[in-house]
């Protein structure tokens, strides 16, 4: 673990009794675990706090099912509430025209065309895609799984919050078309 990671890590847990009520471990664990959580959150929402890592899906009031998530680095973070408007399954993926003009490199097959890169276990939105909108409009900003388990527990995306492609499929399986989720 580096500096940076644990001074997050730290900082998040001065921050996580103020949301989740017990037993918060004090080392990361992306494993979905059943956890209390302040009965402030109504059930059926989805909370995310990116300095500690986790995304919780109440599930019942008092109650909500915690999953580990990597998040964006620096700059690039979301933060606010939107709504699930849209879920895909093996979803298609375009960088942004920003992600284009950050990492030119990286993205140089999609500048200057409208090419897709088609749904399946080698796109970077994983397994499934939950689009976040907020007044109807598209933020650009997706809940999805993820080609590199590695990065969960980090802020290393480019604002999207990844979760392992199993956890993201369950987390698809709970949520409806209307979710609100909170990004702290």
Avoid at 3 to 19: D, G, M, Q, W
Avoid at 59 to 79: C, D, H, K, P, Q
Wanted: glycine share 8%; hydrophobic share 40%; with cysteine.
């Amino acid at each position: 673990m580096d500096r940076r990671h644990f001074l997050s890590l730290s900082a998040a847990a001065a921050l996580t009794p103020a949301v989740v009520q017990a037993n918060t471990p004090t080392a990361f664990d992306p494993t979905p675990q059943v956890v209390t959580i302040k009965k402030d959150f109504a059930p059926g929402q989805i909370l995310v706090l990116p300095r500690s890592y986790y995304l919780y899906w109440v599930n019942e009031e008092g109650s909500a099912i915690r999953y580990g998530v990597g998040v964006g680095r620096a700059g690039l973070e979301f933060t606010g509430t939107a709504s699930i408007d849209v879920k895909k399954e093996w979803p298609t993926w375009r960088p942004t025209n920003d992600m284009i003009e950050r990492s030119p490199q990286l993205y140089s097959r999609f500048k200057g065309n409208f090419d897709i890169m088609p749904g399946g276990p080698d796109n970077p939105l994983g397994a499934r895609a939950l689009y976040l909108f907020q007044n109807g409009v598209d933020t650009f900003f997706r809940i999805h799984g993820t080609t590199q388990p590695e990065t969960i527990g980090s802020s290393v995306s480019n604002g999207c919050i990844r979760m392992l492609n199993e956890h993201v499929t369950d987390l698809y399986e709970r949520v409806p078309v209307g979710t609100i989720v909170t990004v702290l």
